[in-house]
């Protein structure tokens, strides 16, 4: 609701990219049903990910609504599919222009800068990044708290000395300024760094009220 909100419009239309879901109908329901719950206007799916979806209409419903939502999932599919639709650059100047963009799960990582594959998920050393969408200027994950955030720990393990990554629980939400502030919503949101070739947990980002 604090999101809505703070687009500025009562009861802000949404266009909803599935790609990280591969447009899925059931989940597109489920979660258009919770935005309207949360006081969101109309939610319209942007497809990107169905071959069935035309280019133009994903464009003019993104270029149209006055938020952009951008859904849980698979966070590499998702960034494929972006890819392969060449929507990116449409994405990045709609953000440029100040639509505001948000996400859950996957798509919150994908705002992000980066990510982390695995060619083979049982050896560490295949683990390599992949850049995201990069609208927030961080590295993020979601929900990981039960095991450790250790996918967040092995990105920062590949990541410059003195990178934070941050850890986003259930019931948390971490709002981020294109020039990098960041408010926590929900509740706090755990920090960790990139120090002597180690992974650490800093402070968590406290929460503060809007």
């Given at each position: 609701m604090q999101v809505l909100e703070s687009c500025g419009?009562?009861?802000p239309s949404i266009a909803y990219v599935g790609a990280a879901s591969g447009d899925s109908q059931p989940f597109f329901s489920m979660m258009s049903g919770y935005l309207g719950r949360c006081g969101a206007g109309r939610v319209t799916l942007a497809s990107l990910a169905s071959g069935r979806g035309k280019l133009e209409k994903a464009r003019a419903i993104l270029e149209s609504a006055d938020m952009v939502f951008i859904s849980g999932g698979d966070v590499e599919a998702g960034m494929a599919v972006l890819?392969?639709?060449q929507i990116l650059p449409f994405l990045r100047e709609l953000f440029e222009r100040g639509k505001p963009f948000f996400g859950s799960s996957a798509g919150s990582i994908m705002l992000g800068r980066q990510w982390v594959r695995w060619e083979d998920p049982d050896d560490d050393k295949t683990a390599s990044l992949f850049p995201c969408m990069g609208f927030a200027p961080i590295v993020c994950d979601t929900h990981g708290e039960a095991e450790g955030w250790e996918e967040l720990r092995s990105l920062l393990q590949l990541t410059a000395e003195g990178t934070l990554g941050y850890g986003i629980p259930m019931g948390a939400g971490l709002c981020?300024?294109?020039?990098?502030?960041?408010e926590v919503l929900?509740?706090?949101v755990h920090c960790y760094a990139h120090r002597g070739g180690t992974i650490v947990r800093t402070a968590d980002l406290p929460l503060r009220g809007w």
């Open positions: 419009v009562p009861h890819g392969e639709r981020v300024s294109p020039e990098g502030a960041l929900g509740a706090p």
